[in-house]
Structures are given as C-alpha cells and as structure tokens.
C-alpha cells in the first residue's frame, strides 16, 4: 500500500510564500501530483513530477526527492483566493493513478 | 469543451434505495475515473476504466456498488441498496493522459438518510 503524509492544516499571509510538505511511502514509484481544491468544488491538476528537482509554473513551484520520498508546493506572492485544499498524491506500481494524502487546507489571511 | 458533466449534482436518498450516478468524461479522454470524498477518509479511488474497460475496481467498497461504461462517452456508478455510510461526494474524472492528471467533474453529493 501507500503512505501519503501531509500536514493538515496551514495559515499564511497575503503577499507571503508558503511551502506545503508531501512525504510519501511507496513501492514502484511513478510520480507525484499536485491538486488544489477549493472548498465545494473539485480539484484541479496543478502539477506532476517524476523526476528529482524543483519545477516552476507561474507564482506556484513543486519540488520533489525520490531518495527522500519527499515533495513540496511553493506559492508565491499569496493571494487570497489561494485558500484551499492542496492534495499530494503519488502514483506507483509502474501506471499513472495516484493515491491521495488527505489534504493541506491553506488559509491565507490579510 | 464542456468538461466532464456530472449528475446529478446533489442526491437525497432514503437508506435501502438505489442510487445511479452519471458521468460524462471529456471527448477523446480514454481514462476514466471514480473517486468518493469524505471528510474522515480524504479522496478515495473506486474503480478506472481504460478505453470502456474496468480496469481496477479493488477500491470498490462492496457488492452493493457497481460502475459501468457503455460507450466512451457515459458512464454510471450505481449502489444498491444505499446506506447511510455511503454518504459523500462521488467526483467522475477523465484523462487522455493520467501523467498530465485528470480533469475532475463537479461531483455528486449523495447523502443517504
């Protein structure tokens, strides 16, 4: 099976950076993904990586280690339609489909 | 693009009744997905189809639920009968690319009584 760790809940300030922690167990691993779901709503594909280092779209940035079994999400310059949940998931035993961690609920705050 | 459609959106169902939700994927999306979402359990994979065919379904609860793919372009996820514990958001998602993620549809909310 999986194990995806990921803190529950975190608060940041508008204007901020904040980095959202992953740790994951897994055997045959082929990926991890990152999602942000708002409250109500379904989640949206923000980023995957298989491969080690750190990936940059826009004011969002992901970063993962294998060896470490470790991700991050980086988010720059907060705004506050960044509150949400951020789901970490990783896909393993050689396909695409990932399993989910519980989530990160973000508030950011003025 | 319409995105994936769902329905319907919300869902009251007396315990012991069945429950049929529809999902149409993205055209062209070869992948499609079941996911159920609960406050104690996160977001929980049920079952995946490949090109109409289930492929993985070992995350269905039990006997009492079933999904279906007729064509590429409808699928449904049926339980019989509900119980009240199967109360959640049941997301449909479809692919062409499970490495690019999955576009999600806006879900069913079920809430079984």
């Known amino acids: 099976g999986q194990n995806i760790d990921q803190p529950t809940e975190m608060t940041a300030t508008e204007g901020a950076i904040v980095q959202i922690n992953c740790t994951y167990q897994?055997?045959?691993?082929?990926?991890l993904f990152w999602y942000q779901q708002h409250a109500g709503e379904a989640p949206t594909f923000l980023s995957y990586?298989?491969?080690?280092g750190l990936e940059e779209k826009g004011r969002f940035s992901s970063f993962l280690s294998r060896s470490k079994g470790y991700s991050y999400l980086l988010l720059k310059e907060l705004q506050m339609k960044d509150s949400a949940s951020y789901l970490c998931?990783?896909?393993?035993?050689?396909?695409?489909?990932?399993?989910f961690g519980r989530g990160t609920s973000l508030i950011v705050h003025p | 693009d319409a995105g994936v459609i769902q329905s319907p959106r919300h869902e009251v169902t007396e315990m012991g009744q069945e429950v049929t939700l529809r999902c149409k994927p993205i055209?062209?999306?070869?992948?499609l997905f079941w996911y159920r979402q609960t406050m104690m359990r996160g977001l929980e994979l049920l079952i995946y189809?490949?090109?109409?065919?289930?492929?993985?379904d070992s995350g269905m609860p039990e006997d009492r639920f079933s999904a279906k793919m007729p064509n590429a372009s409808f699928s449904t996820l049926k339980i019989q009968p509900s119980e009240p514990r199967d109360s959640a958001v049941y997301f449909c998602?479809?692919?062409?690319?499970?490495?690019?993620?999955?576009?999600f549809g806006s879900g069913t909310r079920l809430t079984v009584v």
């Open positions: 998602a479809s692919s062409d690319r499970p490495d690019y993620g999955y576009t």
């Open positions: 897994t055997s045959g691993f082929n990926g």
């Open positions: 990586n298989v491969l080690d």
């Open positions: 998931a990783a896909a393993s035993g050689g396909s695409y489909i990932p399993t």
């Open positions: 055209s062209g999306h070869d992948y």
């Open positions: 189809f490949n090109n109409n065919v289930p492929i993985d």
